[in-house]
């Protein structure tokens, strides 16, 4: 059992995540189809996407690749935390898996059929299977309709239970979430932020789905009540077995919360791990810049400044007009020509570690 998220954690993010040099010695492939997120993982994954792609026309002859070619599997009970800068394209995946942005090309597998290819009511079937718990709580929640109203409209719509079944299922559902029943006729305005996001959670469970989205769904509470919705969401992961994408930018709370972890940059995954490799010893100029990002409150800092400015300088290109072979050439301090005119590929380092970076190997050798 994974311990609960401590307030601390919150505060100091990854901050205490030390640095580590490792050089890579088993060989290396090249990746052509999905690295899977758990080669341990017993039976057949939940999601598998592949190749999936999500543009945005912009008016004529201007087109935005939000996604740009992403593949990865998720298996049941499993936590993928997917980690980035703003605008990396994180939400945008998530969506296009649930088909809220119905995506250009590629597949998303899931229990056996391809989303992109469902509509209509075979699409919405799948949905009670699938749900998506938003970063602003006020905004999702429908503020004219009582908290047991919005906890019971999923049931209604999947016509799973009838009104008095609805009712209790409603109930157990807030009771699980740590809302007592006088919560049942309240409007959303009468609640807490942490308390609207509880009743966004009850919302997206109360159907028992197999895979849910939090898209940032801590990011705009309270530090301490961004604890309670974390040890929350890992109670009812260990209780119902549900698989989370979670998307964040704390990579404290990413750290604490996933069981492998994919960091995005300009639409393209750049490196894979399970949570304590890729911390320990991250292979992307990308992630370690990200690591260091984050500041210790001690003598430190200073030093954790100067190495996130080297690794992450300067500001993040457009999507609209992302920069030829690596797209993270323009930031990074060993960028030579390969790099400007060669996209590098998602290699396996090992046998749940993988990187986009052709100088990874002389990068960990230098140190």
Request: proline share 6%.
């Amino acid at each position: 059992m994974r311990s609960l998220c401590p307030l601390w954690l919150i505060l100091l993010g990854s901050s205490f995540v030390p640095f580590v040099s490792f050089v890579a010695r088993n060989s290396v492939a090249t990746m052509s189809e999905a690295i899977p997120f758990s080669n341990n993982a017993k039976g057949e994954p939940l999601l598998s996407v592949e190749n999936l792609e999500v543009r945005f026309s912009l008016g004529p002859n201007r087109v935005l690749t939000a996604v740009d070619k992403v593949s990865f599997e998720l298996y049941p009970g499993e936590t993928l935390g997917l980690v980035g800068e703003s605008g990396c394209g994180k939400s945008s995946l998530g969506r296009a898996i649930l088909q809220l942005i119905r995506p250009v090309s590629g597949k998303v597998g899931f229990l056996g059929q391809d989303l992109t290819q469902l509509t209509g009511s075979a699409l919405r079937s799948m949905r009670r299977q699938m749900q998506i718990v938003f970063q602003d709580p006020r905004g999702s929640l429908n503020p004219r309709w009582s908290v047991g109203r919005i906890v019971e409209e999923p049931l209604r719509v999947h016509q799973l239970a009838g009104r008095d079944e609805r009712k209790r299922r409603a109930l157990e559902m807030l009771g699980q979430v740590g809302l007592a029943p006088s919560y049942f006729n309240q409007r959303p305005a009468q609640l807490s932020g942490g308390q609207q996001q509880r009743v966004g959670i009850a919302r997206a469970l109360v159907t028992r789905p197999k895979l849910v989205v939090c898209d940032e769904p801590v990011s705009s509470l309270d530090v301490s009540i961004q604890a309670q919705i974390l040890n929350l969401l890992q109670e009812l992961k260990e209780e119902l077995g549900v698989a989370y994408l979670f998307v964040a930018h704390n990579l404290g709370v990413v750290r604490s919360l996933s069981d492998r972890v994919a960091v995005m940059y300009l639409g393209q995954f750049v490196e894979t791990a399970p949570a304590a490799a890729l911390f320990d010893r991250p292979l992307h100029p990308y992630t370690k810049g990200l690591i260091a990002s984050v500041l210790r409150p001690d003598h430190t800092a200073r030093a954790q400044l100067n190495a996130a400015a080297s690794f992450a300088a300067g500001e993040v290109p457009g999507l609209l007009n992302a920069p030829s072979g690596c797209r993270y050439h323009t930031r990074c301090p060993y960028a030579q020509q390969r790099c400007r005119e060669e996209p590098p590929v998602l290699e396996k380092v090992d046998k749940e570690h993988s990187v986009a970076c052709h100088f990874w190997r002389k990068i960990l050798d230098s140190k």
